[in-house]
Structures are given as structure tokens and as C-alpha cells.
């Protein structure tokens, strides 16, 4: 019984639950746990703002989260005429992202096959292979925001 | 008492904050009612960047440069706010006069902490208005600016406002409550 348990949790822990989702037509993924849910698009006030990439507010009825501008922080401009707000759960608290369109997907992909960009960035986890493409996984708990040295 | 169990004398007194808001380009912006000393009609509201009114000198500026963004071409129901407290007085140009509205100084949020460059001293906070957002300005940076140190006299070109026209900011605008409790 014990070694049955156990050998779930190994197999739990080499798979990673992922969303792709498409920004300017390119493909990314984030971890499932890091989104807080996917809406249509709303209208975003801007916000005057010397904060990278935060410059609007986006309101859902009582709730109203701030945006991070991932189009621009890419250097590409989001797709489709019915955009998409994907909201990741960064560390400070959710924060909206406008998406392509394009439906999100679930899938699942093997920690093992997991390759590292060729340029350290910190906003990616890895990368995994899907149709012939690399496909980066964002770590959206610390998008955009500052690493934190440890000592 | 109150639906909420509050006695009529205490949801009497509960404080509100009066506020005008208005357009600016894209934006939602709400200003401190307090704050206001007249506004211009659109007759008087065009380019000029320097006006008098009660001896009282306004430099001019379209509010959207003052929050750092482009100024967007003229709009047709742009207006002249002129605001000023103790000796600081400046006008600002904006699109679009929505409306006075009180709302519940509770109602006010703080910006997101996602939100941490000048911009907090720039804005007191947001709340909801009507179907959509409305930031509300920090009077103290609203007035504070560096060039108002250069600001001389009112130039002999300066638009002058006749002191018969002024009204009570609020005078020709609807007021809408939001968020606030009121009592008969």
C-alpha cells in the first residue's frame, strides 16, 4: 500500500498541468495553478503609469483587477477581434491579461521533456514541444515582476 | 432607524465625498469638488492658456498632458476646470463634463499594488462609476507644479472672465450618489 502511494506521488509530480494560450499568434503556456480563470475581453480604462507593462484597469462587475500589458511586453500586438482576459494569479495579487482569441487548451506535458531557453529569462519555466514548435511556459505568479535574490 | 440599523442621525452625518468627473481622452477622472472654482463655459474653454477670473490667475493645460499622456485633438465639449486651494490655482482643460457624484469615501480603492511607480502619488484611488471605472486625482500633486514656481503675473493678453458669470461649479450638472447611503 505504502509503495503504491508512493509511486503516485512520483507520478504526479513529472507531469505539469499547463494552459496554452496564444498572444499575437505565438503560443504560451502557463502552469493551471498560476490562472485564475479565462473571460472575454472587457473595456480597460488606461492608467497614466510609470509601472512596466501596468497601465489599465479592467472592470468584471464589483471586481476590478489591474492589466499587464503581455502584448507589449512581447512586442506583439494580441489577435482576433473578440480578445481574450486570461487572469494570472502573480504573487501580488491577480492581474489580467489580454489574450489572441484564439481558445486556450489544456494540456499536460512530461517535466522530463522540459528544455531551457537557449537565453536565461526569468519569466520562463521551461520550454516543451508541441507540433513541431517551442512553446515557453510563463511563470505567471512572478511575470514581469523583479527576481527575488536569495541569499 | 436605518434598513442598515443605523439611526437617521448617524446615516445623517456619514460623510460623502463630492466629486466631479470627467473625461480626459480615454480616462474616467474624478476631481475633488472642494477643488473647483469655476468651470469655463464652451464658449471660453478654447486654447487659451492663461485665464483671470476674480483677479485670480490660472495658468491652463490639458489635463491629459498634466497625467502624462498626449493630449487628444480638441474634443467637442471640452471644457476649462479651474481649480485651486490656498494660494495654488491652475486650470485644465478636459473632453467632457460626466457629472458631480457623491460617493462613499469607503467606495474608494487604494490602486492595485501591481501599481507601484509615481503614479500612487498621482491618484488617491479609483471607484466604480456607472457601468465603468473613474480615477480619482490627488488634489495636492494636481496643483503642484514645477512651473507654477515661474508663474508671473496675469499677462496683458490673459483671458479675463466676467465675474457675473460664475456659478456654483455644481450649478448646471446633475448629481448622481454612488455608493453612498442617503437619507430623507
Known amino acids: 500500500m505504502l509503495r503504491g502511494q508512493r509511486k503516485q506521488t512520483v507520478e504526479r509530480a513529472v507531469t505539469w498541468s499547463v494552459i496554452v494560450f496564444f498572444v499575437g499568434g505565438r503560443a504560451l503556456a502557463a502552469r493551471t495553478e498560476e490562472v485564475g480563470g479565462i473571460r472575454p475581453w472587457a473595456d480597460a480604462m488606461p492608467v497614466p503609469s510609470r509601472t512596466p507593462s501596468v497601465n489599465a484597469l479592467i472592470r468584471y462587475g464589483e471586481e476590478v483587477l489591474p492589466v499587464f500589458d503581455l502584448a507589449g511586453f512581447l512586442k506583439v500586438r494580441v489577435q482576433g477581434g473578440a480578445p481574450l482576459c486570461l487572469i494570472a494569479k502573480r504573487r501580488d495579487g491577480r492581474i489580467a491579461l489580454r489574450i489572441d482569441a484564439e481558445m486556450p487548451r489544456l494540456v499536460t506535458v512530461e517535466a522530463d521533456a522540459l528544455t531551457q531557453p537557449a537565453e536565461p529569462d526569468s519569466n520562463v519555466l521551461g520550454l516543451f514541444l508541441a507540433e513541431g514548435k517551442e512553446v515557453p511556459i510563463y511563470s505567471l505568479v512572478n511575470l514581469g515582476l523583479p527576481t527575488i535574490q536569495t541569499a | ?184
Not at chain 2, 478654447?46 to 491652463?60: I, W
Not at chain 2, 502624462?68 to 473632453?95: E, I, M, T, W
Open chain 2, 1 to 184: 432607524m436605518s434598513p442598515q440599523g443605523k439611526s437617521r442621525t448617524e446615516a445623517a452625518t456619514e460623510v460623502v465625498e463630492r466629486l466631479l468627473v470627467v473625461t480626459s481622452g480615454p480616462m474616467n477622472v474624478a476631481l475633488a469638488a472642494p477643488l473647483i472654482e469655476d468651470i469655463l463655459p464652451p464658449e471660453e474653454s478654447g486654447a487659451a492658456m492663461v485665464v483671470t477670473d476674480h483677479e485670480v490667475t490660472y495658468r491652463v493645460s490639458d489635463l491629459a498632458s498634466r497625467l502624462g499622456q498626449a493630449p487628444a485633438p480638441k474634443a467637442p465639449d471640452s471644457r476649462v476646470v479651474l481649480c485651486g486651494s490656498g494660494d495654488r490655482h491652475r486650470g485644465f482643460r478636459v473632453d467632457r463634463l460626466l457629472g458631480h457624484t457623491d460617493v462613499d469615501p469607503r467606495h474608494i480603492h487604494p490602486l492595485p499594488p501591481h501599481f507601484t511607480g509615481e503614479e500612487r502619488a498621482w491618484f488617491k484611488g479609483f471607484f466604480l462609476f456607472r457601468d465603468t471605472i473613474a480615477l480619482l486625482v490627488n488634489p495636492d500633486w494636481l496643483l503642484n507644479h514645477e512651473t507654477d514656481a515661474e508663474t508671473p503675473g496675469a499677462p496683458a493678453d490673459a483671458k479675463r472672465i466676467a465675474a457675473s458669470r460664475l456659478i456654483h461649479p455644481g450649478a448646471a450638472l446633475e448629481l448622481e450618489v454612488v455608493n453612498a447611503e442617503r437619507t430623507a
